[in-house]
């Protein structure tokens, strides 16, 4: 199994978007240099207010182009780094990956997923009515989160737009993504 990377993007200030770059900078056990949620322990706002001692398991976040297509269908606009990833992904089914999977971008940087973002009322601000379409519920009642996936850096390295991702899937019984 194997995707490509569409855009990269950081921000080294609080705010919902983020803007593309030529090229991000990975570093192991921190994220996107220069980034705002870089760091160790949680910088997430809501996070640190909680607990500023968690440790960070958002450094770098993902999102699948395919997203932007779907809600596209529905009438909405969305582009690379809008949402507020890191990393845009195309052809990797990110939202089906276990916990512990390892994505190995370019030539030296692996991510290890951790779980899936939890949409938050800011999509609505963005484009308002968004948010219902990237957090539903399934046949079953289950909730079912749209908005990518996050991950902590195992590797550090230079991400580019068109770097190929391969997956490397965990050893036994896979764990779904629950939100982090």
Known sequence: MSGRVTAVSSNGEYSFTKPNRDSVRLLAGL???????????????????????????????????????????VGFKVAPG???E????????????????????????????????????????????????????????NIVRKTGIMSIVRESGVVRPGDTIEIELPTGPHQPLDRV
Request: overall charge negative; some cysteine; proline content about 3%.
């Open 31 to 73: 994220g996107v240099e220069g980034d705002v949620h870089a760091g160790v322990t949680v910088k997430h706002r809501s996070r640190v207010a909680q607990d500023p001692t968690q440790a960070n398991l958002r450094q770098v976040h993902l999102i699948h182009e395919e997203l932007f297509a779907e809600v596209g269908e």
């Open 86 to 141: 890191n990393i845009t992904t195309r052809g990797i089914d990110l939202l089906g990956l276990p916990v512990g999977t390892l994505l190995r971008i370019g030539d030296s940087t692996v991510l290890e997923v951790t779980g899936l973002r939890n949409p938050c009322l800011q999509i609505d601000n963005f484009q308002d009515g968004l948010l219902k379409q990237v957090v539903g519920r399934d046949e079953a009642g």
């Open 82 to 84: 809008e949402l507020g």
